[in-house]
């Protein structure tokens, strides 16, 4: 990691979520931006209230603290450059290609294997910090349920090439680079280039909404969608699944 002496990094065995230590951390101040690396959390957390199955040595829990932005794009913005930055890494270090599904998850095939979530963080009662959180499954963790269809790893049925803390530091590297400057525009090209969307039918997550198909994302990272009617609309935030003909088990 460039600057290195710019982060405080730490690196723990279990949390209940690297976000939510981080925030805790950031109540009081923090002098230097901090990266916090798991191996395991007991309450890991994704988007909307969702848990996120997090089971040991098996999977790369990173989160950094930043200082906020009080741009109201800030938290897409952020979501956006980390999601580049984990592609980024997974690609250079095991040349995997996986794609973005917009909002905050990377997909191989119709497998989600790595979520994001950017939340604000408090200090002093005041809105100072974002915390970033990612949770990458790298190898053979054993989803059952409902999750057996929908969740999937790099390394599902073997023994990664490098490991994991070789992985880790790939990824808090790229993460350090893209988060510095999220507004790059480098960052959206690929983000665009490497929507798993594009083109598909998919489903609004809200009451009575006919299905449409996403045609783009903007450099905001807005959904852009069309319905059949000819009408258009960008999506700022929510949920869309992909039409189940197209990838029966993606969410």
């Known amino acids: 990691m460039d600057k290195k002496s710019e982060y405080n990094i730490i690196v723990k065995d279990t949390v209940t979520s690297t976000n939510s230590v981080l925030k805790e951390m950031a109540k009081d101040g923090c002098r230097k931006k901090t990266v916090l690396i798991a191996n395991c959390q007991t309450q890991g957390r994704g988007r909307l209230g969702r848990s996120f199955y997090s089971p040991p040595d098996s999977g790369l829990y990173i989160s950094l603290l930043l ?23 997974i690609k250079s270090t095991v040349n995997i290609d996986t794609k973005i599904k917009w909002v905050n998850d990377l997909y191989v095939g119709d497998k989600k294997v790595c979520g994001i979530l950017a939340e604000g963080a408090l200090c002093k ?9 990612v949770g990458l499954n790298y190898q053979s963790p054993v989803f059952t349920g409902g999750l057996s269809s929908k969740a999937g790893s790099l390394y599902p049925d073997s023994q990664p090439p490098v490991s994991i803390d070789e992985m880790a530091a790939a990824m808090a590297d790229q993460l350090y680079k893209a988060l510095t400057n999220p507004s790059d525009p480098s960052i959206y090209r690929e983000y665009r280039a490497s929507s798993m969307l594009t083109g598909k039918r998919v489903v609004l997550m809200r009451e009575g909404e006919p299905d449409a198909t996403a045609i783009d994302v903007t450099p905001e990272g807005h959904l852009v969608v069309r319905f059949d009617d000819g009408r258009t609309e960008e999506l700022y935030s929510g949920e869309v699944s992909v039409r189940a003909a197209e990838y029966p088990h993606t969410v």
């Open 67 to 89: 200082p906020y932005n009080s741009d109201s794009e800030y938290h897409v913005t952020l979501t956006a450059a980390a999601a580049v930055a984990v592609r980024r890494a």
């Open 125 to 133: 009662n005041e809105l100072r910090y974002a915390a970033v959180g």
